[in-house]
Structures are given as C-alpha cells and as structure tokens.
C-alpha cells in the first residue's frame, strides 16, 4: 500500500544513506522499522498481560507447576503406595514394568 508521510529532512537523508549501503530500497527499511515497532509493542502488551495474568494467579493462591505436581505425587503416595512396591521407590530412569 502507498502511503505519503512528512519526515525530518536528515532523517530522510540518514535512512537513505543507511539503504544505500545495505542495498536495500528505503520502502524496505521503512517497512522493516514500523513491523519491528509494532512487534515490540505487541511483546511489550504480551509481557504486561502475563505479568497481571501471575499477580492475579498468585493472589488467588496460586502455587508453581512444580509444587504443584510435588505435592500431588505425595498425596498419590499416600492413596496408593509408592511406585514399585510396598515402601519401595521405582527407578524413575527404568522403564514401567522392568524390574
């Protein structure tokens, strides 16, 4: 799409010279740098939002994936017995069934 915008006449001239060393038209480089600025918006809202998304899950007491899955291995334990036997532990770099 064609668009005309106003710029700083050496900030013309700065771009210019900078496409002409990459070889690159002045379309590109423009193209290029709104794309970016719009990606680093767009990961900067991204960050933001995850950032809220954990304050809120730790306010509602929320705990890590790794606690998590910690404490439900113990509460299986518990229900149903260690893995490999009774009171036993299974080598968990052995496959099920292996011993």
Do not use: C, N, Q
Request: proline letters at 4%; a negative charge; hydrophobic letters at 40%.
């Amino acid at each position: 799409m064609k668009v005309t915008i106003d710029l700083d006449p050496d900030v013309y001239r700065a771009v210019k010279v900078e496409a002409a060393r990459a070889d690159r038209s002045v379309r590109e480089i423009v193209d290029e740098a709104l794309a970016a600025w719009l990606e680093r918006l767009e990961d900067a809202e991204d960050a933001a939002t995850a950032a809220e998304a954990l304050a809120e899950y730790e306010r509602d007491g929320g705990v890590a994936a790794d606690e998590f899955f910690r404490a439900h291995a113990a509460e299986t334990r518990a229900a149903y017995g260690s893995p490999g036997g009774e009171g036993g532990t299974a080598d968990p770099s052995e496959p099920a069934g292996s011993e």
